[in-house]
């Protein structure tokens, strides 16, 4: 059976479902992937389902949205990279977890090299080297990796700088409001300027006005996702976005976009 993976671990009996929400490519109005999220059995929320996370039955909830989240894709026929956030602290075996992972891709045929697992920021700051040898570890195997939630902590771009990944996605903090703040834009257009130069896609993520959009596309970023592109869609694909796509970047500088805002 795909779920099992840790005979020793106590089940997740929380029932719960998943969301999809894409990540828009705005040169060409694609999908890069679609991001698998927790949700309620009936309700947009997901607080009611991790609040019953424990350290007891954390690996298998870890492993049940895996499986989950694969046999959704697969009957829903996603045909875009599948995004499945991962708890690095719950993976004790990334051989198991992947052997794991794989039964599952092949049993429900999905492929796996459309697959990939998100870590946070967060687990590198409480493991760096846990984080190392998982994410190694998965892109040897042909799955990408993405570290979630840059620019939340403290790791900064050290983290890029000691991790190997495919992609990043950085922190909604980043975001908020950074159509007025010289800081934010200088920070963003650095991060964009170094995953570019050492081949790392970025996303960016919570993005949920035009302000936003505007101002971030102007510092060259190309992979988006956020409610003002799409919100997640409960146990269905949203393949058209909410704006029209593409779209180009601006070429606007830092100074016109606070200017605009002022």
């Known amino acids: 059976s795909p779920l099992a993976e840790h005979s020793t671990q106590q089940p997740f009996a929380v029932p719960f479902t998943l969301a999809f929400q894409p990540v828009y490519d705005i040169r060409n109005g694609e999908i ?15 607080r009611s389902v991790i609040d019953q ?3 007891e039955n954390r690996s298998s909830f870890d492993r049940m949205c895996r499986v989950k989240a694969i046999a959704m894709a697969s009957a829903l026929d996603l045909q875009t990279g599948l995004s499945l ?16 992972t794989f039964i599952a891709a092949s049993h ?9 697992f998100e870590f946070r920021e967060l ?11 998982v994410t190694e570890h998965f892109r040897k195997q042909g799955v990408q990796t993405a570290i979630d939630n840059v620019g939340a902590g403290f790791a900064g ?38 995953c570019h130069d050492i081949d790392i896609q970025i996303i960016v993520k919570g993005v949920e006005t035009e302000a936003e959009f505007d101002a971030l596309r102007a510092l060259g970023v190309v992979f988006f996702q956020g409610f003002y592109l799409g919100q ?22 830092l ?5 605009r805002s002022a």
């Open 255 to 259: 100074g016109s976009i606070v200017g």
């Open 123 to 133: 687990d590198y700051l409480r493991d760096a080297s846990h984080l190392r040898s």
């Open 85 to 100: 956030n991962c708890m690095a602290d719950a993976i004790t075996d990334p051989v198991a977890c992947l052997r794991a």
């Open 32 to 46: 890069l992937a679609h991001e698998a999220l927790v949700r309620g059995p009936s309700g947009p929320e997901a």
């Open 53 to 55: 996370i424990t350290p």
């Open 157 to 194: 771009l050290g983290l890029l700088c000691e991790i190997e990944t495919d992609l990043v996605k950085l922190d909604e903090s980043l975001v908020r409001g950074i159509e007025g703040d010289l800081r934010r834009q200088q920070l963003v257009r650095s991060i964009v300027t170094l």
């Open 232 to 253: 997640p869609k409960r146990e269905g694909l949203r393949s058209q976005a909410a704006i029209t796509l593409p779209v180009t970047s601006t070429g606007r500088g």
């Open 108 to 116: 429900f045929g999905f492929p796996v090299e459309r697959l990939i």
